[in-house]
């Protein structure tokens, strides 16, 4: 399978708790982004990498988050101190260009749930 | 702030009952308008790009248009399997805006 891979799909946490989310993207698209979609909407933009640059960052990226995409590859979605309202599905997706046709392939997400 | 608004936020269609679903967009200058399937529990997933006023595209029961200020994807002749929820998204920077979805159920 080559599409956009992310692990784990779902987690349990206890509010308070850290969590951490990897995504790995299509091996030729250096084009990487992080959305949050919450039951009912549509995906909310958190970020986006080019490369191993973060360029874009959306401010309902709160403190508590960060994200990483060392060497350009796969990249990690870091999530400090859980709060309830942080349970959703997260997901990545990537792209090959930008100006293009804009399709981003999405993975299949992570669904956190923060107890 | 570019905006997305999509309507109706959930349709429910028989088998062969063709029907509209409409995106309206505030955009300070359109960089394309996108559409995406997206099934439970699942990423979403590439339909179209229109970019200028006038376009319009299809795939199989799918046609996207693209006016000014909205754009309608029109569904002909739907099957259960087109059930899913459809989002639209604009671009104002590097990644996509998208509207809250409508979602779509075809009973057979």
């Known amino acids: 399978d080559t599409g956009v891979s992310q692990d784990p799909r779902h987690k349990i946490t206890k509010r308070g708790q850290n969590v951490t989310f990897r995504c790995d993207p299509i091996?030729?698209?250096?084009?990487l982004y992080w959305y949050r979609q919450t039951l009912g909407q549509g995906p909310e933009f958190l970020t986006y990498?080019?490369?191993?640059?973060?360029?874009?960052k959306s401010r309902l990226l709160s403190d508590r988050f960060s994200a990483e995409r060392p060497k350009g590859s796969f990249s990690t979605l870091e999530i400090q101190r859980t709060e309830q309202g942080d349970s959703a599905m997260y997901l990545c997706?990537?792209?090959?260009?930008?100006?293009?046709?804009?399709?981003?392939?999405f993975g299949e997400g992570s669904r956190l749930t923060v107890l | 702030e570019d905006q997305v608004t999509q309507s109706p936020e959930a349709l429910r269609l028989q088998e062969g009952e063709s029907s509209s679903l409409n995106c309206s967009y505030t955009?300070?200058?359109?960089?394309?308008l996108f559409w995406y399937r997206q099934d439970p529990g699942k990423g979403p997933e590439f339909l179209f790009t229109l970019y200028s006023a006038g376009e319009e595209k299809e795939k199989e029961r799918l046609k996207a248009t693209l006016t000014k200020k909205e754009s309608f994807l029109h569904i002909t002749a739907p099957k259960p399997e087109d059930s899913a929820t459809y989002l639209c998204a604009v671009r104002p920077g590097y990644a996509l805006n998208f509207g809250k979805g409508t979602s779509l159920l075809v009973t057979p």
């Open positions: 997706a990537s792209s090959p260009r930008t100006g293009g046709g804009g399709e981003l392939f």
């Open positions: 990498f080019q490369n191993e640059a973060q360029l874009e």
């Open positions: 955009v300070s200058g359109l960089r394309g």
């Open positions: 091996s030729e698209h250096n084009r």
